[in-house]
């Protein structure tokens, strides 16, 4: 049962003249055989959360699985909304007080379901994961957190390399370039969903 992808709040990130970087994350919604939410943005943002449900005729209690690309606050910052949805953040697989073992670390990919796949993909920190889901609309799309900060770094590497934070440069290019080859939209981290062109292909090839 393919997916419906709904972006429920697009992230940002933008310097600042005072020294203080703005950003919040990309909340992302997925609709199918399960009820699936990426990213919970920071606390502050309780109420966009549980807007962008409600206008897809959802509440907290229907999401059956919540996943967070890593750990920074701005992605995890409403998980507490999810009591009866599995949460898998970063590498941590857990319900309630049970933590489940998952060999992340090894590369071995989450099955939701199959349509949905949660894969690891650190670099950005060290237990970073994205979110691949087929869709109905959009073919293959990568929810990718700060794998990508946003489109523009393909171009300004620094992006995501300075401003981002990249605790591993050189494993987070090698993962960028994966998702690059396997996906037809990402969702970045902090900016819009983008369309994966022919001329990105090319270029990681």
């Given amino acids: 049962m393919p997916y419906e992808v709904h972006v429920i709040s697009s992230g940002y990130s933008n310097n600042h ?11 992302t919604l997925l609709v199918g055989m399960h009820n699936i939410v990426v990213d919970t943005l920071n606390p502050w943002s309780k109420d966009v ?3 962008g449900l409600e206008r897809h005729g959802l509440s907290c ?23 009866r949805a599995k949460h898998i953040v970063g590498f941590d697989v857990s319900f309630e007080n049970c933590f489940y ?3 992340f670390k090894n590369g071995v990919p989450y099955v939701i379901d199959d349509d949905v796949k949660v894969i690891p993909t650190p670099g950005h920190t060290h237990a970073d994961v994205s979110v691949i889901v087929q869709t ?23 992006i995501w390399k300075v401003n981002g934070g990249s605790e591993q440069p050189q494993l987070q290019e090698s993962y960028r370039t994966k998702i690059i080859k396997l996906a037809d939209y990402i969702i970045p ?10 001329k990105m292909k090319n270029h990681v090839k």
Avoid at 17 to 27: F, K, L
Avoid at 189 to 198: A, L, N, Q, S, W
């Fill in 49 to 51: 959360v549980i807007a």
């Fill in 189 to 198: 981290g902090h900016g819009p969903m983008f369309k994966v062109t022919e």
């Fill in 101 to 103: 073992d998952h060999d």
């Fill in 136 to 158: 109905h609309k959009y073919g293959v799309v990568a929810v990718a957190g700060d794998l990508f900060e946003k489109e523009e770094d393909l171009v300004d590497p620094s």
């Fill in 61 to 83: 209690d229907d999401i059956n699985f919540l996943v967070c690309t890593h750990g920074h606050s701005d992605h995890v910052g409403n998980n507490n909304l999810f009591l």
């Fill in 17 to 27: 003249s005072e020294g203080c970087m703005y950003a919040n994350s990309t909340c």
